[in-house]
């Protein structure tokens, strides 16, 4: 496609449900990232993956988040037992080489935890 | 650390008047700095960026940044606000860290544009 594109584009979550977030990065990009956005804050780092490699999750703020990207393209970022705090909106982000060139966001992922 | 920070959280503006947000940034090496922009129920996008060329980097839709490493200051600059200019616009600096760059956010500025 032409953009990163993220779906579900808002999700309902009840306490304790899990979620899944998919992201499909610009076709050929080798860098992707998750962000993850609070209401009134800037983006935070959660994870990044080179290809299928997830070379950095220092961001991931609990053991109930995981992140992965099998082949190297599509991203799914899973919360399990979801709570409250979880609520924000989820950002993925593609580039064709590390982040000092142009990083693509999509339009994002908003989670409310009820 | 690479760190940034953004002076006012809120900016409100006349149409037609100069633009001003602030930032300042915090690095150990020549840092690689972005504004971005976020429209409502939109990505972010990306207005400028700072990669060691020109201190003075034009953007788009009329924005512009000064680097001034003496200051440690990378101001988004506007000659005359559009009423679609109204949004939340984030400094960014670029990290090196385990051999690729990620980007730290500021926490923004929500600018505001009024007739």
């Known amino acids: 496609g032409a953009g990163v594109s993220q779906s579900p584009r808002y999700k309902v979550a009840k306490r304790g449900q899990d979620v899944a977030l998919r992201c499909d990065p610009i076709?050929?990009?080798?860098?992707l990232f998750w962000y993850q956005q609070a209401l009134g804050q800037g983006p935070e780092f959660l994870t990044y993956?080179?290809?299928?490699?997830?070379?950095?999750k220092s961001g991931l703020p609990s053991d109930r988040f995981f992140a992965e990207r099998p082949e190297g393209s599509v991203s799914t970022l899973k919360i399990q037992r979801t709570q409250q705090e979880d609520s924000a909106v989820y950002l993925c982000?593609?580039?064709?080489?590390?982040?000092?060139?142009?990083?693509?966001f999509g339009q994002g992922t908003r989670l409310t935890v009820v | 650390a690479q760190s940034v920070t953004q002076l006012d959280s809120h900016v409100s503006v006349s149409e037609g008047t100069p633009v001003l947000l602030r930032c300042n940034y915090s690095?150990?090496?020549?840092?690689?700095l972005f504004w971005y922009v976020q429209h409502p129920n939109k990505g972010l996008q990306l207005l400028l960026k700072?990669?060691?060329?020109?201190?003075l980097v034009k953007g788009i839709n009329g924005f512009e940044a000064e680097f001034k490493k003496s200051e440690t200051s990378f101001h988004l600059t506007k000659p005359s606000a559009h009423m679609s200019d109204a949004a939340e616009y984030f400094c960014?600096?670029?990290?090196?860290?385990?051999?690729?760059?990620?980007?730290?956010f500021g926490a923004g500025t929500r600018l505001a544009v009024h007739p």
């Open positions: 982000a593609s580039s064709s080489q590390g982040a000092a060139t142009e990083a693509f």
């Open positions: 076709s050929g990009h080798v860098s």
């Open positions: 993956f080179q290809n299928e490699a997830q070379l950095d």
């Open positions: 690095s150990s090496y020549s840092p690689s």
């Open positions: 700072y990669t060691s060329a020109a201190t």
């Open positions: 960014v600096v670029s990290l090196f860290s385990g051999g690729y760059n990620k980007l730290i």
